[in-house]
């Protein structure tokens, strides 16, 4: 099955500084890859996604690129706000594209 | 407005009861999934439904059970509970029509807390 690898588990930047969480993902055949922010008591909801056939998609402050060759995807969030603190957790899709493997998560602090 | 609940929010039990958390969704989305969240382990796939009468294992799925009898519902049941069953479970849906040719937005529920005592 589909194995899904995210760096680091914490991070901690000053507001105003990019920030950059890693994931690294194991089946190839994978095409579908989500990003999720999670506040502290909240549902985890989506803040962007990007598909096999796409290497970058923008929105706004955030963005997301995929490197297919190796296996690896990254969320990179440019001028940081406090509110932009939360738990992130990137995703992969298995063959069908339904069942979504998470990644172990990532704390981001904002620092005013 | 449609949307996917859960009920209840938070739960107490004792060890060895039996439990049904709920999760109903009125987007008429064909996937449902279940998922705990622990602390040190992100989300973790239990169970899951890609129709109705069509359920299947996920990660975690040892003493839980789902039935799927309609689209709207996928009813989360511990047979027994154990302390380790204490945690945060979060409910989700998609559209995407099984085998999809590309995978689709899940939309989470807004969690029920688990306490096994």
């Known amino acids: 099955g589909e194995n899904v690898e995210q760096h680091p588990s914490t991070l901690s930047v000053q507001e105003g500084d990019s920030a950059v969480i890693k994931c690294t993902y194991s089946d190839s055949a994978s095409n579908y890859f989500p990003w999720y922010k999670q506040e502290l008591g909240k549902r985890p909801q989506l803040i962007i996604d990007i598909r096999s056939n796409v290497g970058e998609k923008k929105d706004q402050r955030i963005a997301v690129t995929l490197n297919k060759t190796a296996k690896h995807f990254s969320l990179h969030i440019t001028e940081t706000q406090p509110e932009d603190s939360a738990v992130y957790f990137c995703a992969a899709t298995e063959w069908t594209g339904n069942m979504l493997t998470f990644g172990g998560g990532t704390r981001l602090m904002v620092k005013p | 407005d449609a949307e996917i609940t859960q009920s209840p929010r938070h739960k107490i039990t004792e060890t060895g009861r039996q439990v049904t958390l709920a999760c109903h969704q009125t987007w008429n989305h064909n996937n449902m999934f279940w998922y705990r969240q622990d602390l040190g382990h992100g989300l973790r796939l239990i169970h899951y439904?890609?129709?109705?009468?069509?359920?299947n294992k996920g990660e975690v799925s040892d003493g839980y059970s789902v039935s799927r009898s309609n689209t709207e519902d996928l009813p989360l049941t511990l047979e027994s509970a154990a302390s380790s069953q204490t945690s945060v479970y979060f409910c989700a849906s998609s559209d995407n029509p099984f085998p999809g040719p590309v995978g689709d937005t899940q939309y989470f529920g807004p969690g029920t807390r688990l306490t096994v005592l």
């Open positions: 439904s890609y129709g109705v009468q069509d359920t």
